[in-house]
């Protein structure tokens, strides 16, 4: 790896590499009914950088992300996307899709030496938005999306994620949550 970019990640300099959990727990909704689910799931996170936006400067992590139900060789869930470090706003950046037709870019403020932090993103957000194919949005519109992720523990991170989803069908936001803990390979 590229010790210079690492160097430049700020709070994501310890994410890059491989990383691996298998206590997983994804909350959803399958047929109407709420659902758990448990899961492992396998993320690779590659440097890169400088992107220069004129005066802006990024540094980031490309990724992609797995994640399996205990038991089946399957995939369930795929991501991919970039991790970013702006340094001269002190924000965090994640920008994703899934292929459901979901594309999510979300942030939030951190110190460079920070091991936790919160991201963000809203539909109808010009800055840190959702984006939703037409079937999505008129049966399980993704509203908000929030991340918190801590990197405190060596060797490993945690996060919890909380996808807010509208379903018309009974005009409520549902809760779809996933968290897990991962151990770098």
């Known amino acids: 790896m590229d010790e210079q970019i690492i160097q430049n990640l700020g709070p994501l300099a310890a994410l890059a590499g491989i990383w691996e959990g298998d206590q997983g727990i994804d909350v959803s909704r399958v047929h109407s009914q709420e659902k758990e689910t448990r899961y492992r799931e396998r993320v ?3 440097p890169l950088g400088p992107v220069r936006n ?3 400067l990024l540094y980031g992590l ?3 992300m797995t994640a399996w139900r205990l ?3 399957d995939a369930f869930h795929e991501e991919l996307g970039y991790w970013l470090w ?3 706003n002190q924000q965090v950046l994640r920008c994703f899709m899934v ?3 979901v594309l999510i870019n979300a942030g939030g403020d951190a110190e460079a030496d920070s091991t936790r932090f919160h991201l963000s993103a809203a539909v109808g957000s010009e800055t840190y938005g959702i984006l939703s194919n037409t079937y999505l ?3 399980y519109k993704t509203m908000n999306y929030t991340l918190d992720v801590d990197m ?3 060797g490993q991170f945690s996060y919890k994620e909380d996808t807010q989803l509208w379903i018309p069908v009974n005009d409520a936001i549902f809760h779809h949550t996933d968290q897990n803990t991962l151990t770098k390979v």
């Open 44 to 46: 690779v996170f590659e």
């Open 54 to 56: 004129g005066p802006q």
């Open 62 to 64: 490309r990724y992609a």
């Open 71 to 73: 038991g089946e060789q």
């Open 86 to 88: 702006d340094a001269g």
């Open 99 to 101: 292929p459901r037709g």
């Open 137 to 139: 949005d008129a049966s």
């Open 152 to 154: 405190s523990a060596h």
